[in-house]
């Protein structure tokens, strides 16, 4: 799949979503539309964003000490083989 395509999947499931909540809005009781339910619902998204934000940062750091671990085996390699050319010379 293309990266064009999939943005374009993500982009009518969130737009979809949106339009779906503005609907089901209207058939909620009014005691799910108060301050404190509001208040319950943003808590529930900022710590489903902190996670994210959490294993996005972890994930990140471990492809970096994975690429790190192999450029430095690569570099030793390298510094073998000039070793045993000059050897051999």
């Known amino acids: 799949m293309s990266?064009?395509?999939v943005a374009?999947?993500?982009f009518a499931c969130t737009f979809g979503g949106a339009l779906l909540g503005s609907f089901l809005r209207t058939l909620l009781p009014e005691h799910h539309l108060r301050d404190d339910s509001?208040?319950?619902l943003k808590l529930g998204t900022g710590l489903i964003a902190t996670l994210v934000a959490l294993v996005l940062g972890l994930l990140v750091?471990?492809?970096k000490s994975s690429f790190d671990a192999m450029n430095a085996g690569?570099?030793?390699l390298g510094a073998k083989v000039i070793l045993l050319d000059r050897?051999?010379?």
Do not use: F
């Open 74 to 76: 690569l570099t030793e």
């Open 3 to 5: 990266p064009m395509t």
């Open 8 to 10: 374009l999947i993500a």
């Open 38 to 40: 509001k208040d319950a």
């Open 87 to 89: 050897t051999l010379a």
């Open 61 to 63: 750091g471990s492809a």
